[in-house]
């Protein structure tokens, strides 16, 4: 069953507190990727793996890190959250090259108080 | 500058109309097009691929890409209640091995019964 999970589904932070979110996927898709989206703003690239250890910023990297240490699993840090970083974030993968679609998962609520 | 635009931001059809929506992009290096919908609460999900001019057929859905403009469309006939989403239209680049996702911000669809 090709699926893209996340944990958790919904997480409340005070600011300043350290947020992980993670990711996994059982396709063993080299590419993935971490999103943010915003209301009218659509989906901003965070981060995107190229594969383990393999990583490179998107359009919005600021105040975000990534580790991939597994193919399959790939995981977004904030060091000492914002109230701007209150956001849904997506992560998604896709097959290596060009021409593939990419699969999302059911995203991640993240409020920051 | 954003390299997809999507037009309009939003739009009501009437149970059983025609919904159109609209997408251009900046780049001419984009060769790989996709609609991805998005259903509230949900992740976005692939809905069409197309990758070579004129039109591809799936069902109610139409996607038509005219590369020399590059201007990509979706056209839903027979629209139901359940096509209600966001709509993405995406657009990724040939030949360079990896594959980096240009989204548009979406246009809402609302169908009313």
């Known amino acids: 069953d090709m699926k893209v999970t996340q944990m958790p589904r919904y997480l409340i932070k005070r600011m300043g507190e350290n947020v992980l979110l993670e990711c996994g996927q059982d396709m063993s898709h080299e590419t993935m990727y971490w999103y943010r989206q915003d209301p009218g703003l659509g989906l901003q690239l965070i981060y995107i793996s190229y594969d383990v250890d393999s990583n490179s910023e998107g359009d919005i990297p600021k105040g975000y890190r990534v580790s991939r240490k597994k193919r399959e699993h790939f995981s977004l840090i904030l060091d000492s959250a914002k109230t701007n970083q209150t956001s849904v974030y997506f992560c998604a993968s896709s097959l290596r090259g060009t021409g593939h679609e990419q699969y999302f998962g059911p995203g991640t609520r993240l409020t920051v108080l | 500058q954003q390299k997809v635009q999507q037009s309009p931001e939003s739009l009501s059809v009437p149970e059983g109309g025609m919904a159109s929506l609209n997408c251009t992009s900046s780049?001419?290096?984009?060769?790989y097009f996709w609609w991805y919908r998005q259903h509230s609460g949900e992740g976005p999900k692939a809905l069409m691929?197309?990758?070579?001019?004129g039109d591809k057929k799936e069902g109610r859905f139409t996607a038509h890409l005219n590369k020399a403009s590059l201007h990509v469309s979706l056209h839903i006939r027979d629209s139901q209640p359940s096509d209600s989403a966001l709509y993405f239209c995406a657009a990724s680049e040939h030949g360079t091995g990896y594959q980096n996702f240009y989204f548009g911000k979406g246009t809402s669809l609302t169908v009313i019964p």
């Open positions: 691929s197309i990758f070579s001019d």
């Open positions: 780049d001419r290096n984009f060769q």
